[in-house]
């Protein structure tokens, strides 16, 4: 059974930092590119980083750009979203994706991915 699992999330203030991980299970996703999305509350799910299988290229959202930095680490299936300079906008669950093919272009399209996480709580308090 494939699984994304992610964690790292909580509570913080703004200004603060937080990595979140997601870390797969029953397949190996070294060859795939992977993305994080979140959902805040009352809105969409909206895109907000993907990288490729090699980490060669990666694509931020407009409004996490210069504070986000996605990762990965192929030897231990998992990858990463750190998290600076956090606002009470940053409020929301996120979820990892995983894809089935090593790059998604951009990445922002929901459809690209074929697994996704169950997500995590990041709440960022003023």
């Known amino acids: 059974q494939v699984q994304l699992v992610e964690s790292g999330g909580g509570l913080v203030q703004a200004g603060d930092s937080l990595r979140l991980s997601c870390a797969a299970s029953?397949?190996?996703?070294?060859?795939?590119?992977m993305g994080w999305f979140r959902r805040a509350p009352g809105k969409e799910r909206e895109f907000v980083a993907s990288?490729?299988?090699?980490?060669?290229?990666?694509y931020y959202a407009d409004s996490v750009k210069a504070r986000f930095t996605i990762s990965r680490d192929n030897a231990k299936n998992t990858v990463y979203l750190q998290m600076n300079s956090l606002k009470p906008e940053d409020t929301a669950v996120y979820y990892c994706?995983?894809?089935?093919?090593?790059?998604?272009?951009?990445?922002?399209?929901?459809?690209?991915?074929?697994?996704w996480g169950q997500g995590t709580q990041v709440t960022v308090s003023s």
């Open positions: 994706a995983a894809a089935l093919r090593g790059y998604v272009g951009n990445g922002v399209r929901p459809s690209e991915y074929a697994y």
């Open positions: 029953g397949r190996t996703f070294n060859r795939d590119a």
């Open positions: 990288i490729s299988w090699n980490g060669d290229s990666t």
